[in-house]
């Protein structure tokens, strides 16, 4: 016999149940599970980071996995300095200090970066920066 659809399962009615010690242990999974997720988000944004990647590539990323917006904000929350940084390691891991040659070897540079997820701005902030030698 199946069981009928109209009816809560024994779990849920022990759960409804205020003060129950099943709903404590299911609370306690479930917030132990949410840690357990914010922290993977926190270790991949953080893995992508290392690897040189960008904020729009790591937030699509997170985005096609499922990840929350909010979530995926507050893990990307830094300042144009910040990911200015980033972006001139990931560049000079790449192609060295030296600035490019000329403009075919600058937009070159700057179609790496944005396959990176870096956005526009900071790349024609840094190749500008490059660019004059500062």
């Known amino acids: 016999m199946a069981p009928r659809r109209d009816s809560p399962s024994p779990a849920a009615r022990l759960r409804a149940r205020p003060g129950a010690p099943l709903a404590r242990v299911l609370d306690a999974l479930e917030h132990a599970e949410a840690r357990a997720a914010e922290r993977r988000v926190a270790d991949y944004v953080a893995a992508r980071l290392r ?75 840094l190749l500008a920066v490059t660019e004059d030698g500062a």
């Open 51 to 125: 690897r040189g990647f960008g904020p729009l590539r790591v937030r699509a990323e997170l985005q096609a996995r499922g990840v929350p917006p909010a979530q995926v904000e507050s893990h990307l929350a830094r300042t144009d300095e910040a990911w200015l940084e980033l972006l001139r390691a990931a560049h000079d891991r790449r192609f060295g200090p030296v600035p490019p040659a000329d403009r075919r070897e600058q937009a070159r540079r700057a179609r790496f970066l944005e396959y990176r997820g870096f956005p526009p701005a900071l790349i024609a902030r």
